[in-house]
């Protein structure tokens, strides 16, 4: 019998790619094969997100792209899972009566039975329940795509930023025990993966059970990755300035592994609106934490997250938030104006800055980031890098791609040979978005 095909789309942020990986792996012990064509697919799952009003619009115009495809093969089954899953539950079904299925980020383990019922009873089912972090015991050992991975070490949120949907969407923080964490990263190094990043909303929270069951924190945690032979480079994301703590930062000094990258998501500059965003620490207190790991790691490259245009935000507030950028001399950033979100506090905040003045902070503020990232690649030229190689480059042409500690992507000529090794790479070009390089013996 041939197998069964299964498309997907992941939409959102990585704990959406993490899950999305992870499901293929236990679609595959159940008889499905992936394809990358939703023309030829038994099964279309989407895993969606629901950050901004943006992200789950895209979630319902996708699904009606979904319909005209089961209209023409009415076997085919479609199912919803992610943050707007959670979020909207049955309504998921009634805005879109062709789903099949409705699963949430802790229940998409179960996506097989539920299946299974959905032929038994010829209803559409949905399960969108967080049980206890069940779902890690019921997924099969992780199958590795290359040299890097990720892995979850915590689910969910429990710090109720008032703009956000995600406490809501994927449960109160609950951490992994640390033998779980330990045993997929070395599954993982066993198939010849170098690169781990840690997982989690604040994976800075994670408070694991260890080995006599005293919890474990986020630093120790590090350790215990750095000690697995094959990890070569610890990445994680995202971790929260409130526990950024001193011990994390002693981490940067002990292990040579942990990346020199950090992303710390700040949203704002403003005190004021910090405290509005009910974010938990200030200005000044951001600026510590950075001093203090830059004590230890000089040469550290930040990344972090702004959020334009939060209610009430003033013209005064946006210069202390160009000013925090200034003084950090951020990396990169992902930021967004502010997008309203039904069910949160700062839903019902006066919001009175029109669009198009939050729009033209977005821009100045992107354009200021956007030109010292351009500055801090223009420092790499000639310098020798340690990169890891993870595929053949976009271009093609017998070039590879690598990505360097500071989280740029290098092309390079070499041997597909390298694909999976570090290797030293000195910098020759610097392009806008990419580096250009050669190897060094
Ligand atoms: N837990 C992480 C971020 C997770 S959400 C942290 O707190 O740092 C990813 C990013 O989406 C956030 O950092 C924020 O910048 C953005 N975001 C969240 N809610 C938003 C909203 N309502 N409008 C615009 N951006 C939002
Ligand atoms: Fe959302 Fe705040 Fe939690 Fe980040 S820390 S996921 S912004 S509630
Ligand atoms: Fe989106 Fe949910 Fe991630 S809302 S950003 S997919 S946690």
Redesign the pocket.
Known sequence: MNAKKIYLRSFG?QMNDYDSARLIDLMGTHGYERTNEPNEADLIVVITCS??EKAQEKTFSDLGRIREIKKERPHVRVAVGGCVASQEGRRVVSRAPWVDVVFGPQTLHRLPQLLAERERTGRAQVDISFPEIEKFDHLPAPCAQGPTAFVSVMEG?S?Y?S????PYTRGTEISRPLMDVLVECAQLASQGVKEITLLG??VNAYQGKGPDAKPVDFALLLEYVHDIPGIERIRYT?S?PKEFSDRLIEAYAKLPKLANHVHL?V?SGSDRVLAAMKRGYTHDWYLERIAKLRAVRPDISIAT???VGFPGETEEDFNETMRLIEEVGFDAS?S??????PG?PAASYADDTPQDVKLARLQHLQAVVDAKAAEISKSMLGRIERCLVFGPARKGGGMLSARTDNNRVVNFPADAACIGQMVNIRITDVFPHTLGGELVA
């Open positions: 942020c950050i901004r949120c710090k930023c703009y956000c949907v995600v909303q604040n995202t929260h998501p949203q997250d702004f959020i992902f967004f104006v502010y997008s309203k979100r949160t």
